[in-house]
C-alpha cells in the first residue's frame, strides 16, 4: 500500500513529501519528492554582485544564516588570496558557533514535539531568544544578517559585547543542561528514539552523510577538524560521537555539541585582541579568473562552495553542496523495515532545513 506524508505536514519541518510502501505496519521503501521552495538561488548568484550574493545564501538555511554566509565569503576570499583580519575571524568563529547552538536547540524542541512532548520547545525557544537578541545588537537583525563580508566582518562589535556574551552562555548553559535533564533519559523519548532508524558507519559515509548525523554512527568527521579554517586550530573542543547510529544518537550529538560549542566561545573570547575587522580591499570584489572548492562545518554538516569567476564583479558560477539535500539520501536505509509510527521520528533526526535543500 502507498502511504503519502506531505508535502503540508507539520512533521516535515517545511514542504517536503515522503511516498511510502507499507506493508502492514511496516515501511517497506520510502521516496522523497524534493523541490517545493526552489528558488534558483546558484542561478540569481550569477546576477548579482559578489557582496550581494552573500544575502542569498542567508535564506539557504534560514536557521544558521551566520555559518552560511561565512562559507561564500571564505570561497571569495580563497580565490582573491586574501588574508582576513585575526579579529575578525575571531568574531565570525563566535557568531557562526552562536548559531550553532541556535540552531540545535531549536532542534531538539522540535524535535520534542515531533515525538508528542511539549515542554522542550519552551526551554529551547527561552535560550534561543537570549542569542537571537546578542545577535540583533551585533548585526541589527534576527535572521538574514548580512553582516560577515568579504575580507572580515561589516563592523567591529559593540563595546559591552564579551561582556553580554559571557552573561548569555552562562544561562544558555544552564538551559541546556535542564534541557537534558528533561528529554534525554526520558522514558517515552527513550523508547521512541533508541534502536530506531538505526544507520551504520559504512552505510552513513556511502550516503554522504555529515555532520552531527554522521557522527551519531560513530565516524568522527569534523571540517573543523580534519579540514581546518579560520582560528579553530586555536580552540581546544572535542568532536562527540555516537555508537548506534540510531535516533537517540543523533538527537544526542547535538545536545553535546551545544556544549562544545559554549566551551570554544569561551576560548574565543580570552583569545580576541584589538584590530581591524576588515581586509584592506576593494568594496567591489573582481576576484581573478579561476575557480575554487571551500568547505565548512554548518550546524548540519559539511556544506561546500564551489565558486567560478570570470574576472567580473559577479560570479560565473556558483553550485553549493548542501548538507541537508546530502543527508536525505541515508532516508531510504533509515526507513526500511522501520514501523510507520517511527517515520516521524527518523525524518525529524536528520534536522533538515527545506531551504537549502531546493535552494
Same mark, same amino acid.
Given at each position: 500500500?502507498?502511504?503519502?506524508?506531505?508535502?503540508?505536514?507539520?512533521?516535515?519541518?517545511?514542504?517536503?513529501?515522503?511516498?511510502?510502501?507499507?506493508?502492514?505496519?511496516?515501511?517497506?521503501?520510502?521516496?522523497?519528492?524534493?523541490?517545493?521552495?526552489?528558488?534558483?538561488?546558484?542561478?540569481?548568484?550569477?546576477?548579482?554582485?559578489?557582496?550581494?550574493?552573500?544575502?542569498?545564501?542567508?535564506?539557504?538555511?534560514?536557521?544558521?544564516?551566520?555559518?552560511?554566509?561565512?562559507?561564500?565569503?571564505?570561497?571569495?576570499?580563497?580565490?582573491?588570496?586574501?588574508?582576513?583580519?585575526?579579529?575578525?575571524?575571531?568574531?565570525?568563529?563566535?557568531?557562526?558557533?552562536?548559531?550553532?547552538?541556535?540552531?540545535?536547540?531549536?532542534?531538539?524542541?522540535?524535535?520534542?514535539?515531533?515525538?508528542?512532548?511539549?515542554?522542550?520547545?519552551?526551554?529551547?525557544?527561552?535560550?534561543?531568544? @537570549?542569542?537571537?537578541?546578542?545577535? #540583533? /545588537?551585533?548585526?541589527?537583525? *534576527?535572521?538574514?544578517?548580512?553582516? =560577515?563580508?568579504? %575580507?572580515? $566582518?561589516?563592523?567591529?562589535?559593540?563595546?559591552?559585547?564579551?561582556?553580554?556574551?559571557?552573561?548569555?552562555?552562562?544561562?544558555?548553559?544552564?538551559?541546556?543542561?535542564?534541557?537534558?535533564?528533561?528529554?534525554?533519559?526520558?522514558?517515552?523519548?527513550?523508547?521512541?528514539?533508541?534502536?530506531?532508524?538505526?544507520?551504520?558507519?559504512?552505510?552513513?559515509?556511502?550516503?554522504?552523510?555529515?555532520?552531527?548525523?554522521?557522527?551519531?554512527?560513530?565516524?568522527?568527521?569534523?571540517?573543523?577538524?580534519?579540514?581546518?579554517?579560520?582560528?579553530?586550530?586555536?580552540?581546544?573542543?572535542?568532536?562527540?560521537?555516537?555508537?548506534?547510529?540510531?535516533?537517540?544518537?543523533?538527537?544526542?550529538? @547535538?545536545?553535546?555539541?551545544?556544549? #562544545? /560549542?559554549?566551551?570554544?566561545? *569561551?576560548?574565543?573570547?580570552?583569545? =580576541?585582541?584589538? %584590530?581591524? $575587522?576588515?581586509?584592506?580591499?576593494?568594496?567591489?570584489?573582481?576576484?581573478?579568473?579561476?575557480?575554487?572548492?571551500?568547505?565548512?562545518?554548518?550546524?548540519?554538516?559539511?556544506?561546500?562552495?564551489?565558486?567560478?569567476?570570470?574576472?567580473?564583479?559577479?560570479?560565473?558560477?556558483?553550485?553549493?553542496?548542501?548538507?541537508?539535500?546530502?543527508?536525505?539520501?541515508?532516508?531510504?536505509?533509515?526507513?526500511?523495515?522501520?514501523?510507520?509510527?517511527?517515520?516521524?521520528?527518523?525524518?525529524?533526526?536528520?534536522?533538515?532545513?527545506?531551504?537549502?535543500?531546493?535552494?
Amino acid at each position: 500500500m502507498m502511504l503519502n506524508m506531505g508535502p503540508q505536514h507539520p512533521a516535515t519541518h517545511g514542504v517536503f513529501r515522503m511516498m511510502l510502501t507499507v506493508d502492514g505496519e511496516k515501511v517497506i521503501d520510502v521516496t522523497p519528492h524534493i523541490g517545493y521552495l526552489h528558488r534558483g538561488s546558484e542561478k540569481l548568484a550569477e546576477n548579482e554582485n559578489y557582496g550581494q550574493v552573500i544575502t542569498l545564501f542567508d535564506r539557504l538555511d534560514y536557521v544558521s544564516n551566520l555559518n552560511n554566509e561565512l562559507i561564500f565569503c571564505r570561497a571569495v576570499e580563497s580565490l582573491m588570496a586574501v588574508d582576513v583580519p585575526a579579529r575578525a575571524q575571531y568574531i565570525r568563529v563566535i557568531l557562526a558557533e552562536l548559531n550553532r547552538l541556535a540552531s540545535h536547540l531549536l532542534f531538539i524542541g522540535t524535535y520534542a514535539i515531533d515525538l508528542g512532548a511539549m515542554t522542550p520547545i519552551m526551554y529551547g525557544f527561552r535560550e534561543r531568544e @537570549r542569542i537571537e537578541n546578542l545577535f #540583533e /545588537s551585533v548585526t541589527g537583525a *534576527r535572521m538574514m544578517h548580512n553582516f =560577515i563580508r568579504i %575580507g572580515g $566582518v561589516k563592523e567591529d562589535v559593540p563595546v559591552d559585547f564579551m561582556q553580554r556574551t559571557r552573561e548569555v552562555l552562562d544561562r544558555v548553559e544552564h538551559g541546556v543542561a535542564e534541557l537534558d535533564r528533561l528529554l534525554t533519559f526520558n522514558e517515552v523519548f527513550l523508547a521512541r528514539t533508541q534502536g530506531v532508524g538505526k544507520i551504520d558507519a559504512a552505510m552513513a559515509i556511502s550516503c554522504g552523510l555529515t555532520g552531527p548525523s554522521l557522527r551519531a554512527s560513530g565516524v568522527p568527521y569534523d571540517v573543523r577538524k580534519d579540514d581546518t579554517y579560520e582560528i579553530y586550530r586555536n580552540l581546544n573542543y572535542k568532536v562527540p560521537i555516537g555508537e548506534n547510529g540510531d535516533c537517540w544518537d543523533r538527537y544526542y550529538m @547535538r545536545v553535546l555539541e551545544c556544549n #562544545e /560549542s559554549i566551551a570554544m566561545i *569561551r576560548q574565543c573570547l580570552e583569545q =580576541i585582541e584589538k %584590530g581591524p $575587522v576588515i581586509a584592506e580591499i576593494r568594496r567591489i570584489v573582481r576576484p581573478p579568473k579561476g575557480e575554487v572548492y571551500v568547505h565548512g562545518e554548518n550546524p548540519r554538516g559539511d556544506i561546500g562552495v564551489f565558486l567560478v569567476s570570470d574576472g567580473s564583479d559577479k560570479p560565473y558560477r556558483v553550485k553549493v553542496r548542501p548538507p541537508s539535500f546530502c543527508n536525505l539520501v541515508a532516508l531510504r536505509p533509515m526507513m526500511k523495515e522501520a514501523y510507520i509510527a517511527d517515520a516521524v521520528s527518523i525524518l525529524g533526526s536528520l534536522d533538515i532545513v527545506l531551504g537549502e535543500v531546493d535552494r
